[in-house]
């Protein structure tokens, strides 16, 4: 851990994703309460260095960098930095770090991003609070919309992405002797590599 390091830090984290991996920082108790820190929008995990050393010590404190924010790994290209996908990377750590009961502490942005995961997943967070956060009101379609749709499509993803099978990356050697093979078998046989493990090579 860096010298410089923030009071009473025990820990960071690096919690693998799809597109690379989220890192977090920890405090307090690993046996105390769960909470979720969330920061603002073009932040990071440091704006609560000075704040939770001075917050009771009888809870884990886990600050996240969302995507794109801090040390974690930006999204994919084509992947839109919007409320949904924030609130569905907040689904990604909470099972990372397999917790299935906890609070929130936003700020700014990460507090409409917390309060939009609570009413999406309200079964999951037990407490809610929020810094310089403006209230948003919604209506009543839009609360069935968060519990059914926006939800529904969340937790269809995660399932895909666990049950896809990790990608086969070949070395040069093991290529060249899949094309070697692939000329010396009969006609009308070939080896299939699959698709995006190779660049084509041309041959003079």
């Known amino acids: 851990m860096a010298e410089n390091a923030a009071p009473g830090l025990i820990s960071e984290l690096k919690l693998a994703v799809p597109w690379g991996h989220i890192a977090a920082k920890a405090w307090g108790s690993l046996q105390g ?4 820190c969330l920061h603002g929008w073009l932040d990071n995990a440091n704006s609560f260095d000075r704040l939770i050393p001075l917050l009771p010590p009888d809870f884990y404190y886990v600050a996240m960098d969302f995507g794109g924010h801090g040390l974690s ?3 994919s290209p084509g992947v839109p930095y919007n409320l949904q996908t924030f609130v569905s990377e907040i689904r990604r750590v909470v099972a990372a770090l397999k917790w299935n009961r906890f609070s929130i502490l936003g700020h700014s942005f990460g507090g409409v ?3 939009t995961f609570s009413c999406t997943f309200p079964e999951m967070v037990d ?3 929020l810094l310089d956060t403006l209230l948003f009101p919604l209506e009543s379609n839009e609360m069935e919309n ?6 529904r499509a969340i937790e269809h993803m995660l399932q895909i992405e666990a049950s896809q099978e990790p990608s086969h990356v070949f070395s040069l050697k093991q290529l060249l002797q899949s ?3 692939a000329l010396t078998t009969s006609a009308g046989s070939c080896v299939r590599i699959p698709s995006g493990s190779c660049r084509p090579t041309s041959y003079s």
């Open 33 to 36: 309460p769960p909470v979720l």
């Open 73 to 75: 790994s930006h999204y």
């Open 113 to 115: 991003v917390g309060a």
């Open 127 to 129: 407490k809610l609070t």
């Open 146 to 151: 968060l519990l059914t749709y926006k939800r």
């Open 179 to 181: 094309q070697r093979t």
